[in-house]
């Protein structure tokens, strides 16, 4: 079979069509922070042909789910395919997409994640998938105190002054608590090692469209890990999983 990468030829013998997966590979390319993109662009990004890539265009194209940008040689997603996305949400409850992206997310690393929002001092699970290899204590419904988890310090972080004094009033804290608040706000995830067993979290904020956050997603690991670990490795995952989550949790503000 020749024309094809290493990827493609496993996947025909699985069965897959390598033209209707190059076309997802396409779609997938276009992101929030990536709205336009050439045929060049394209080409680098996917490692094909400038002439599969256009052949692959001019197909979406004429299905409705790519077009042309006025005036550039960019293209972008059209009404066709952002459709499919919309009749697919009308399908699903919150509960089901929220359950899917965990899902995803627990499939991609092997590891327990969990999404908790503010419950006054307190942090509320409203989802979670769990990994067979390592067991997770929070279940559904489960209440954490704010400060004792990386989920409830990223939630701390974006408080204001005033309730955030309120909180860690109630909750007696301590000079350390707010020096790891203030890094929280500094490099936008939470990682804690704990100091009782082998093992560790981390967690990252969910955001409204304003950019206040409504929930914490956050991944239990066996082990502990170095912050730069941690960033390479987990950080990107959560946060293309927290920009999912995201539309769901907008009320939560």
């Known amino acids: 079979m020749t024309g094809f990468t290493d990827i493609e030829r496993g996947n025909i013998e699985k069965g897959n069509v390598p033209a209707l997966t190059r076309g ?3 779609l997938a390319q276009f992101n929030r922070e990536t709205k336009t993109l050439t045929g060049a662009e394209l080409s680098r990004r996917l490692g094909l042909s400038r002439t599969t890539v256009f052949r692959l265009l001019a197909t979406l194209e004429a299905q409705g789910c790519v077009e042309r940008v006025e005036g550039e040689a960019a293209y972008r997603l059209s009404l066709g395919v952002l459709r499919l996305g919309f009749d697919q949400l ?11 992206i965990l899902n995803r997310l627990r499939d991609e690393t092997g590891l327990n ?4 929002v503010r419950d006054g001092i307190s942090s509320l699970c409203v989802g979670r998938a769990s990994a067979p290899s390592f067991a997770m204590p929070c279940d559904v419904g489960s209440r ?33 608590t707010v020096a ?52 390479a490795g987990y950080v990107p995952l959560l946060a293309t999983a ?8 907008e009320e939560c503000t």
């Open 90 to 100: 009308a399908v699903l409850s919150p509960s089901e997409l929220t359950q899917r």
């Open 113 to 116: 994640c969990s999404v908790m």
């Open 180 to 231: 790891e608040l203030e890094e929280t706000r500094r490099i936008g995830f939470v990682l804690r090692n704990s100091s009782d067993s082998p093992a560790a979290s981390l967690a990252v904020p969910v955001r409204s469209r304003n950019g206040r956050v409504t929930a914490s997603l956050g991944i239990a690991l066996p082990i502990p890990v170095t912050a730069k670990h941690a960033r």
């Open 24 to 26: 997802l590979r396409l």
């Open 144 to 176: 954490i105190p704010l400060h004792q988890s990386a989920w409830g310090m990223v939630l701390l972080a974006d408080l204001s002054s005033k309730e955030l004094a309120a909180v860690l009033r109630a909750v007696l804290q301590n000079d350390a």
């Open 242 to 249: 927290a920009e999912q989550l995201a539309p769901l949790f």
